[in-house]
């Protein structure tokens, strides 16, 4: 008998650098990793930030600025992050474990975050209706994320677990590339 699932899917967004060594992780977790489609990255900033006014961001822009990255604190993910440059070496780097405070850095200071633009992005005005944080394009050519679900193998999906991937296959097909 398998392990009760906390999860009946989950949703991510996958560098294109990392999917094979991801697909290859999640095979020997008996996962399966379903692409509904490619998406762009977007800086996450306040309106009032000094790079606000931009169409769009390059890394090299962005580089005076503090670099806020979120995971959710487990020892043993160490190498997975919300933010697809965890693994660039930025001067000024700040790591927090719970996204109320990723989303009160941004909104409150020079700070960024990148991702993907989701629906459930824009935490700032799932939090506080202020809608003080706005989502830039990432002009990084290399920054194209694969976005999709996992679920284990064996699992079946319930209606309700149907109807969510319909609708979030329909969101992402808006976001496609």
């Known amino acids: 008998?398998?392990?009760?699932?906390?999860?009946?899917?989950?949703?991510?967004?996958?560098?294109?650098?990392?999917?094979?060594?991801?697909?290859k992780l999640l095979d020997t977790s008996n996962l399966a990793f379903h692409i509904l489609g490619k998406i762009k990255s977007y800086v996450f900033l306040r309106k009032l930030h000094p790079l606000a006014q931009k169409d769009s961001l390059t890394l090299d822009e962005l580089k005076p600025y503090p670099f806020v990255t979120y995971?959710?604190?487990?020892?043993?993910?160490?190498?997975?992050?919300?933010?697809?440059?965890?693994?660039?070496?930025?001067?000024?780097?700040?790591?927090?474990?719970?996204?109320?405070?990723?989303?009160?850095?941004?909104?409150?200071t020079d700070c960024f975050s990148i991702g993907p633009d989701l629906t459930n992005s824009d935490g700032d005005k799932m939090h506080s209706k202020l809608n003080e944080i706005q989502a830039i394009e990432f002009s990084e050519h290399n920054q194209i994320l694969?976005?999709?679900?996992?679920?284990?193998?064996?699992?079946?999906?319930?209606?309700?677990?149907?109807?969510?991937?319909?609708?979030?296959?329909n969101k992402i097909n808006c976001m496609t590339i």
């Open 146 to 169: 694969h976005a999709g679900y996992i679920m284990r193998r064996e699992h079946t999906l319930s209606t309700i677990g149907i109807r969510y991937i319909a609708t979030l296959e």
């Open 71 to 108: 995971d959710q604190g487990d020892d043993n993910l160490l190498h997975f992050s919300e933010e697809i440059l965890f693994n660039e070496i930025l001067d000024k780097n700040i790591h927090v474990i719970d996204r109320c405070t990723k989303i009160a850095l941004v909104r409150g």
């Open 1 to 23: 008998m398998s392990p009760p699932c906390r999860s009946e899917i989950g949703v991510m967004c996958i560098n294109d650098h990392y999917l094979n060594t991801m697909q």
